[in-house]
């Protein structure tokens, strides 16, 4: 990381500047986690950063790959990382400030209450549909309070406007087409990985703001 040219009174204000200060002093006390750190969640890290989100609890097992580079929020240079403490690295040059807890972990049914239990906000980023549905399982169940807003449907170039969120109850939202998966041809590529986290970080802004 390079020379600091800015304070952290300056980054304040200029957020406040943007947001209106009492906007802002709602998304600095939030408390957000993202599971899965690859299309989805890099890019859902990377926007709560740039928003000035007060605390992101970063998660996930593995490392970089340079089949990674196509969509994922990382460069040439971090291949071989593991992704908790490479993203962790590029969120910091966005807002040294930031609040950042990392576990480099898998998240599991028997750890998953406990990992997220001081996280209001969970992302749910995963690549596999029965991690996926394991995480929605164990939040709705054992972390009452919480909001979980997860993804299905964003492969391959189709329509954008078919990415969308959808309100499942009154904790959990559901974001994406519903419908695409990957597949030979119709691959995870960064225009609609990034359509879909962009809708994933914009509901847990609306959470934050007190929309429902």
């Known amino acids: 990381m390079g020379d600091i ?7 304040r204000q200029a957020l406040n500047g943007r947001h209106t200060e009492g906007v802002q002093s709602r998304i600095s006390a939030a408390r957000v986690a993202v599971a899965g750190l690859g299309g989805l969640g890099s890019n859902i890290a990377v ?38 403490e490479a993203l962790r690295e ?46 929605v399982r164990e939040v709705l169940e054992k972390l009452p309070g919480t909001y979980l807003v997860a993804a299905s449907g964003m492969a391959g170039y189709g329509d954008g406007n078919a990415i969308h969120t959808r309100r499942v109850s009154s904790r959990f939202y559901l974001c994406g087409d519903e419908t695409t998966e990957a597949a030979a041809g119709r691959g995870l590529m960064a225009p609609r990985v990034a359509l ?17």
């Open 47 to 84: 926007s709560l950063a740039r928003i000035g989100v007060g605390r992101l609890h970063l998660i996930d097992f593995d490392r970089v790959d340079v089949t990674n580079l196509n969509r994922q929020q990382y460069f040439a240079d971090q291949v071989g990382m593991y992704k908790t």
């Open 90 to 135: 590029n969120l910091l040059r966005i807002n040294p400030w930031l609040e950042l807890r990392t576990d480099c972990l898998r998240v599991t049914e028997e750890n998953a209450a406990a990992l997220l239990r001081d996280d209001m906000y969970i992302c749910e980023a995963f690549d596999d549909a029965g991690n996926k549905a394991m995480l």
């Open 196 to 212: 879909c986290a962009a809708h994933q970080a914009n509901m847990v802004l609306r959470l934050i703001l007190g929309e429902r």
């Open 5 to 11: 040219r800015i304070t952290e009174e300056e980054m």
